[in-house]
């Protein structure tokens, strides 16, 4: 059975004419961690709030481990959803200790030794034993990412959401924090839903990703499908940054690979790189060359300039404009084989395996 599952959501704010939620379907299954990936304002933070009962959809069902808690006549009460919240600036009370912080979070029936008990498990299970007395500002901002977290699981939630976790993090901790979320969640078992605008948050740390835009989900897979296979334009943009060009005159050849035409020249590429049946009425569709696809390679049949670049330390990305076309493509190198100095000319290849041709 599915631990959560949304079926036709849709909400609209009072006074908007779009809605920031559209007819959304989505289940998570046990001990699974999906993040909703998607920009700004797509309607995330709105689907979490209305997991956690904060807002009523205009349309639709929510079910927690099976039970309705949102729908025709029923509306739920956050604290009698069995959900865990992990809010973006962690929510901690400064006055309170990391313990009181913990124990506002555990049944109030619990005595007192069983509250201390939970205390130190939920402590240990985020290594922060011995930070009990600590208050919030005597702690780092990834020592308060547990502590939060530690309140999120202290009931045993079905499911725990977190709203941007990584957001107020520096390069360096976000880097810790995402494996030892991930960690943490799969040791105590606890399906999480995590939201997010950063795709390598979502990469690193889920089992499942859903990439959304305006209040729909574009596409949902593992991280491997959504960054090698995207369905559409969109997903293969903003969560793969791949290049996108037309491919014209497609065909089969008698050998079982597809043949086309774009702006790089002629491709020829495996079907297992294709996401749908060419042998159907389909002359053109988009080829998505990922940054990483692509070799500086003086054999290259590609002639480029290179416009500029950025240094991301291992390797560098560099923009160049094609001379057989108008529009500039991305690529990455590895920092050992910088492409050259602005203006200067070169030779490129790419691989074809690490292409996808999608519908247009
Ligand atoms: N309380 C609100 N009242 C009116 N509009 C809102 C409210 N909260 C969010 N919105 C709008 O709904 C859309 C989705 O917002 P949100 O769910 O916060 O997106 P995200 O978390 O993906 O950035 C945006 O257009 C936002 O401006
Ligand atoms: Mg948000």
Not at 231 to 241: G, H, I, P, Q
Not at 266 to 272: I, K, T
Request: aromatic share 6%; net charge negative; glycine share 8%.
């Amino acid at each position: 059975m599915a631990v959560l599952e949304l079926n036709n959501i849709t909400k609209t704010y009072s006074g908007k004419d779009k809605p920031a939620v559209a007819d959304l379907s989505f289940t998570l299954e046990n001990e699974e961690i999906v993040t909703l990936l998607g920009p700004s304002g797509c309607g995330k933070t709105t689907i979490l709030r209305m997991i956690a009962g904060f807002i009523r959809p205009d349309r639709g069902e929510i079910y927690i481990s099976g039970e309705k808690v949102a729908g025709r006549g029923i509306m739920k009460s956050p604290e009698k959803r069995n959900i865990g919240m992990m809010f973006q600036d962690y929510a901690l009370f400064p006055h309170l200790t990391v313990r009181q912080n913990i124990i506002f979070g555990l049944e109030k029936k619990l005595s007192r030794e069983e509250q201390q008990e939970r205390v130190e498990k939920l402590l240990k299970m985020v290594g922060l034993e011995g930070y009990q007395n600590q208050y919030p500002h005597q702690l780092s901002g990834g020592q308060q990412q547990r502590v939060a977290l530690s309140r999120a699981l202290s009931r045993n939630p079905a499911v725990v959401l977190m709203d941007e976790p990584f957001s107020s993090l520096d390069e360096r901790m976000r880097g810790v924090m995402r494996r030892e979320i991930r960690e943490i969640l799969q040791k105590s078992k606890t399906p999480a839903i995590i939201v997010s605008h950063d795709r390598e948050d979502a990469f690193s740390l889920s089992d499942r990703l859903a990439v959304m835009q305006s209040g729909r989900i574009e596409q949902t897979g593992t991280p491997r499908e959504i960054f090698s296979r995207p369905k559409n334009r969109f997903v293969a943009e903003f969560a793969s940054r791949s290049n996108l060009v037309e491919l014209s005159a497609l065909q089969n050849t008698d050998d079982g690979q597809i043949r086309g035409h774009c702006l790089l020249g002629e491709v020829c590429l495996s079907p297992s790189c294709c996401g749908f049946n060419t042998s159907q009425e389909c002359r053109s569709a988009l080829l998505a060359i990922r940054p990483d696809a692509f070799e500086i390679d003086p054999e290259g049949e590609i002639k480029a300039e290179i416009i500029d670049y950025i240094y991301y330390g291992s390797f560098v990305e560099a923009r160049l404009k094609v001379e057989t076309s108008c529009e500039d493509i991305t690529i990455n190198a590895h920092l050992d084989r910088v492409p050259g100095q602005p203006g200067e000319r070169i030779q490129l290849s790419f691989r074809e395996e690490s292409c996808w041709i999608l519908t247009g």
